[in-house]
């Protein structure tokens, strides 16, 4: 044991760019110990992991697998963190997560307060990620002072820096916090924390918009990166830096610096990083006016963690087929040598001719079998492929009654909003887009709504959304749009967190109060807007644009009461509310967003037009401006004339 720690406690004093890992692997061959041979097998793996490469899994089982032979528990929770970290670099963050929880059980049982601690750092850091900041600062808070009491340097600098990230949007207890990791990671000669540190700062200058002092601590990061290889950090700091100069149009210099960036995260397969990439070159394209790449890239940054269906059963079929193939393929070779034979040997061999001729009869029929054989198993593969198909595009329609059940029905709307429109064009069969409808005391609520994603996942979502908003109104008794807001996101939040999961979903939304005999309309948003023509406009400039607060319905970590806004209709006036599938669609000659400016445009334009003919017209633009590209959302547009 003394040789091993001789042999840890030098590594820091070995030169940089893999020697360390090279001393560790070339050590390890030498170490006669079992339980120094796990020491260094995680060491291993931990400097792959930094290095970024994928090796870094299969150090850390082996030393698991050695661990568990030897029944050596007290290697636990600093193996079981370091494959936590692995998953986290990754973005698998439940996998993750598993692992930093078994790491401080163990800890706990063994009284190993350090591994306990950091394994609440990292609970932490991903129930920040996840958007759960009370949860963050909760374990952030229980691992610091363990931290300061065993005076370990640089966990106290990598606490600050996870103290900083909670305080989103208050600028000054940030940079202070982040002022002090970096004091203390400079103390502890630590460059990890220190380089981090730098990132971040960096973020909040380029969010201010002083991009030269962002860069400046941007460079700093991509100093001691490049020094100490760390690839998967160097990789975010190059979109970083490609960032701002696409935002300073230095297009060649963010180009390369993107570049960069992409040949670290192919290498390292960081899902995180590889999805910054992308989102950054759609940006660069756009900026340089390529909106057919940008698009693309769009779509890529979009897709990231989709799956392709059943494609474990499709590889199955394509081996079954190349199987057939080739013993088709070997029959004819065969059949060609042993004629060949039978040629040359026909005179002096006739006995045993006939003897190849019965034999070779008997291997086609068995051949004939086989390739039967592996015939059926393909169609019986391709049936299981298509009845599991069906069953999923059953389940899928059958998602799609449950989601129209919930809508209100065009007679209900037409009876209580006799001059109104509703364009509604779901993405995919199920929609996370959805319209509501109540009546209470002569009063009509209406809302466009656009939950989280589209598809299925965002009809399960908007179910939530929509269970919760009648509940808002009809339990509680609430018509003010600002108060049933308020509530609708406390029932929201309340159901997510019953799950077990960190859910983060949410809802935008419009809500309409509209008094049918005094035109008074009250209005509430999350993060949409009302779009009011009143009587007579001829101008962009007429048109008054309510706007709604900037703020989800669901977690959020600085959530305010929703505003309720009053407006006193004339008749003649138009108002519309809307969720952003229609600005947001690319389309038109050059591939680019619709935009909201031109979308404002056209409502003016159409506003005197019946409603009827307002809806054709509003659907016939979508289609046209989308043209061959794919609907990239749902879309909702509500009109609605006094």
Known sequence: MKKLLLILLLLPLVGISGTKLDSLLQT???????????????????EYRI?????????????????????????????????GLIYYNRGLYKKANQYFIKCTTTAERLNQPYWMAKGYTMIGEISRRLGNIKKAKKYFEMSMPIFKRLDALKDIA?????????????EKTQIKYYMKAIEVAKEAREDL??????????????????????????????????????SYELAGTYSSIGEIYTKKKNYKMASSYLKKSKELADKYDALEVKEYYNRAMSNLMIEQGDYQAGYEFYLKYDSIDKIIFNEKKHQQIMELE????????????????????????????????????????????????????????????????EEAHKEIKDSIQYAKRIQSAILPPTKLVKEYLKDSFILYKPKDVVAGDFYWMEHRDGKVLFAAADCTGHGVPGAMISVVCNNALNRSVREYGLTDPGLILDKTREIVVEEFERSEEDVQDGMDIAL???????????????????????????????ILKIKGNKQPIGLYSNPKPFTSHTIQLQKGDTFYIFTDGFPDQFGGPKGKKFMYKPFRRLLLE??????????TILSKAFEDWRGNLEQIDDVCVIGVGV
């Open 606 to 615: 159409i506003h005197t037009k019946p409603m009827d003919e307002q809806l």
């Open 512 to 542: 309409c109060n509209l008094n049918i005999k005094t035109n008074e309309l009250f209005f509430a948003g999350a993060n949409n807007n009302l779009i009011l023509v009143k009587k007579g406009s001829t101008k962009l400039e007429d």
């Open 158 to 170: 990598w606490g600050y820096i996870d103290l900083g990230n909670i305080y989103q949007g208050d």
């Open 51 to 83: 290095s970024g490469s994928d090796s870094a899994d299969f150090y850390a089982f082996k030393a698991v697998e050695l661990a568990k032979r030897k029944n050596y528990i007290k290697a636990f929770p600093a193996i079981q963190l370091n494959i």
């Open 28 to 46: 390890y061959p030498t170490i006669k110990s079992d339980t120094e041979k796990i020491w260094i097998l995680n060491q291993i793996s931990v």
């Open 322 to 385: 190349t199987s057939y193939e080739t013993e088709k393929q070997q029959l004819v070779i065969d059949n060609l040598e042993k004629e060949k034979k039978l040629k040359n040997k026909e005179r002096n061999l006739i006995l045993g001719g006939l003897l190849t001729v019965v034999l070779f009869l008997i291997f086609l029929l068995n051949r004939f079998w086989v390739i039967r054989k592996q015939k059926l198993i393909i169609e019986t593969q391709k049936e299981v492929v």
């Open 193 to 230: 924390p220190l380089s981090d540190a730098y990132h971040i700062l960096g973020n909040i200058y380029e969010s201010k918009g002083d991009y030269d002092r962002a860069l400046e601590y941007f460079k700093l990061c991509i100093h001691i990166e490049e020094e100490n290889n760390f």
